[in-house]
């Protein structure tokens, strides 16, 4: 309850600062204000990737690396970051075209998600400067970010094809992963600051971590009407999780195991809450059908 409480707060205070830039800003400037967060992001991503500086699996003593802490999803797993970035920049340009200039919800999003971009740049940043705890604050405060982003997206159904891919399709895997790599960042920075990576406890603590990112999914789930793009980070990452586990180094079955499940339980209730909102649709359109 406690945890939920803290949710809440953090959703409303977020909420709070998006109403007042939108409160300030014309529409056309929260428009460029996304594009120019892109290129802001753009330049975080440089440095991420090792173009401008050192690469972040390089970066804070290695402690963000896929063999630092049992929690590090396998590297295989941070491909995911090229398609979200993908949908992020085809977002930022998409939204400024003519096409998209009656698009209700990009006008919603276009706060949240210009922040939700500069904190992508602020948390690359930071863990250039070797700042380890500070990228724990500004990735929950990335996921509040895109939490808000989604809670606004889900409010009205996509008008169009590309709608739905890049506000849907793209803030889905950024939530998704977003929330994983939340769990890692945290786990990263306690062992940063000298809990022990492994130890006969750290399997069955990890696990429990898991089983929170497991709850957040679920909650996810039935509280933005079974996102798959959401479900399918989370488990691409958390399946990741396994396999690193499973496979490599450190080695942790409980762990595996635990990631594993976990996985599968998300899309699990990605899928029922999609099938319960299925079956609560068919009976209204048959009784407006009989109406007509």
Request: hydrophobic share 60%.
């Amino acid at each position: 309850m406690f945890a939920a409480y803290l949710l809440a707060m953090a959703d409303h205070a977020g909420m709070l600062v998006s109403n007042v830039m939108e409160a300030v800003m014309s529409r056309n400037a929260r428009r460029w204000l996304v594009v120019v967060s892109a290129v802001l992001m753009l330049i975080g991503t440089l440095y991420g990737f090792g173009l401008l500086g050192t690469p972040v699996e390089s970066s804070i003593g290695g402690s963000l690396a896929a063999n630092a802490t049992l929690l590090a999803p396998a590297t295989p797993a941070f491909s995911i970051w090229s398609l979200i970035y993908l949908g992020l920049f085809g977002f930022a340009i998409w939204q400024v075209l003519p096409i998209s200039r009656d698009s209700v919800r990009a006008d919603a999003v276009a706060v949240p998600a210009a922040l939700s971009m500069v904190l992508n740049g602020a948390w690359l940043m930071v863990v250039q400067a070797g700042w380890i705890w500070a990228s724990v604050a500004i990735i929950f405060a990335l996921a509040f970010t895109l939490g808000i982003t989604l809670t606004r997206l889900a409010s009205k159904p996509p008008a169009s094809r590309a709608e739905l891919v890049l506000l849907d399709g793209t803030f889905g895997l950024y939530l998704g992963w977003v929330s994983v790599a939340t769990l890692a960042n945290v786990t990263a920075a306690l062992v940063a600051s000298g809990l022990p990576a492994v130890s006969p406890v750290a399997g069955p603590l990890a696990a429990v971590v898991i089983a929170v990112g497991a709850v957040l999914g679920i909650y996810l789930a039935f509280r933005l009407g079974g996102r798959l793009s959401i479900a399918a980070a989370m488990a691409w990452g958390l399946g990741w999780i396994a396999v690193g586990r499973l496979t490599g180094e450190p080695s942790s079955a409980i762990t595996g195991t635990a990631a594993a499940i976990a996985a599968a339980m998300v899309v699990a209730a990605a899928v029922l809450v999609r099938i319960r909102s299925a079956r609560v649709l068919a009976p209204s359109s048959l009784a407006t059908a009989s109406r007509g």
